[in-house]
Nanobody, 120 residues
Framework: QVQLVESGGGLVQAGGSLRLSCAASGRTFSGYSMGWFRQAPGKEREFVAGITGSGRSGYYIDSVKGRFAISRDNAKNTVYLQMNDLKPEDTAVYYC?????????????WGQGTQVTVSS
């Protein structure tokens, strides 16, 4: 079993930055890929970024490339999402997920989410 706790969300003006953190406990952290997803009001949850267990490879949706960066610290069992140049369309609840597999980033464990609101 894996427990995930997100933090770092909040209200920020367009063009600002936030860093989300996700602390994991349970199984060996470095053994699985991690992902960040988001769900905006009235929309389906979507994949935002993912990172392999080693941290060597990161993956992003096109709309956040060049603005967001995913990283992980396996010694701290934590994955991060640095979000820069935020836009109002980035407003959503952001979820951390663990043990993600396949090209569709199907993940077995989920956090409770943290709200990110970007004002124009």
């Amino acid at each position: 079993q894996v427990q995930l706790v997100e933090s770092g969300g909040g209200l920020v003006q367009a063009g600002g930055s936030l860093r989300l953190s996700c602390a994991a406990s349970g199984r060996t952290f470095s053994g699985y890929s991690m992902g960040w997803f988001r769900q905006a009001p009235g929309k389906e949850r979507e994949f935002v970024a993912g990172i392999t267990g080693s941290g060597r490879s990161g993956y992003y949706i096109d709309s956040v490339k060049g603005r967001f960066a995913i990283s992980r610290d396996n010694a701290k069992n934590t994955v991060y999402l640095q979000m820069n140049d935020l836009k109002p369309e980035d407003t959503a609840v952001y979820y951390c997920a663990a043990d993600c597999r396949g090209s569709g980033w199907n993940c077995a464990y989920w956090g409770q989410g943290t709200q990110v609101t970007v004002s124009s």
